[in-house]
């Protein structure tokens, strides 16, 4: 059963942005946590952002600080990722997760157990 499903990826210069959106199930949204995370092949999957879905809480890895914005949609059980002045190092798999419990470490992948596909987003020089 699909319950997370991730758009808004692509191909861009170095400087430029996009708009990543994660449409949640109305279940699956109403868990703890929502976040982002992002992979490449050979490493580990790393947290990006993430948000308390009640309180609106929000998390960010120092590396996207400023630049990176996640936001949340609770009418549409979606949540959103804007990415601005994308760097080359940007570039990734990106993978919306949730979890159904309360976690003390949003921005850890094992601390999720609901994910999506992913989208991939690529930062040319």
């Known amino acids: 059963q699909v319950q997370l499903v991730e758009s808004g990826g692509g191909s861009v210069q170095a400087g430029g942005s996009l708009r990543l959106s994660c449409a949640a199930s109305?279940?699956?949204?109403?868990?703890?946590?929502m976040g982002w995370f992002r992979q490449v092949p050979g490493k580990e999957r790393e947290g990006v952002a993430a948000i308390g879905t009640a309180g609106g809480s929000t998390y960010y890895a120092d590396s996207v600080k400023g630049r990176f914005t996640i936001s949340q949609d609770k009418a549409k059980n979606t949540v959103y990722l804007q990415m601005n002045s994308l760097r080359p190092e940007d570039t990734a798999m990106y993978y919306c997760?949730?979890?159904?419990?309360?976690?003390?470490?949003?921005?850890?992948?094992?601390?999720?157990?609901?994910w999506g596909q992913g989208t991939q987003v690529t930062v040319s020089s």
């Open positions: 997760a949730a979890n159904t419990y309360a976690t003390l470490s949003p921005l850890r992948a094992g601390s999720y157990n609901r």
């Open positions: 109305r279940y699956t949204y109403s868990g703890n946590n």
